[in-house]
């Protein structure tokens, strides 16, 4: 029975469950975006003054990178597979985390900075 659970704690199922788990965040993004925007009568872009929905547009516009992202790193890691013979996947797991959530970050940054300074309407 032990070794059936230990098999199940791998790096490619925590890639998986990271990747399950994006695709969650977006579809909640989704349905929070369309609230948000329906509430203050917007339907593609939030008005000048209103932060939250801008928070929100930024929550979405985060949550379709990281599920990319995780999609990256899903074929980052079957590539390390079939391509490296020896290969330790706890050695890059930390790697892929990095990349999946904070890959996203430093794009949606800089969106965001630039949105802000230059094109205040959304």
């Known amino acids: 029975m032990r070794a059936v659970s230990l098999k199940l704690h791998c790096t490619r199922n925590y890639i998986h469950m990271h990747l399950f788990v994006s ?14 925007l329906y509430e203050v009568g917007e339907v593609d872009n939030c008005s000048s003054g209103s932060v939250g929905c801008k928070v929100v547009i930024v929550f979405f ?11 990256l790193v899903e074929g980052l890691y079957l590539h390390a597979l079939l ?13 892929y985390i990095l990349i999946g959530w904070g890959g996203p970050t430093i794009f949606i940054t800089a969106w965001s900075i630039t949105k802000a300074y230059y094109n205040d309407v959304g």
């Not at 695709?23 to 948000?36: E, M, R, S, T």
């Not at 516009?61 to 999609?71: D, K, N, V």
Request: positive net charge; charged residues 15%; contains cysteine.
């Open 23 to 36: 695709f969650i965040l977006k579809a909640i993004a989704v349905f929070i975006k369309d609230v948000v």
């Open 61 to 71: 516009q985060y949550c379709i990178m990281a599920s990319f992202f995780w999609l």
């Open 83 to 95: 391509a490296v013979s020896f290969f330790s996947e706890r050695k890059y797991f930390w790697a």
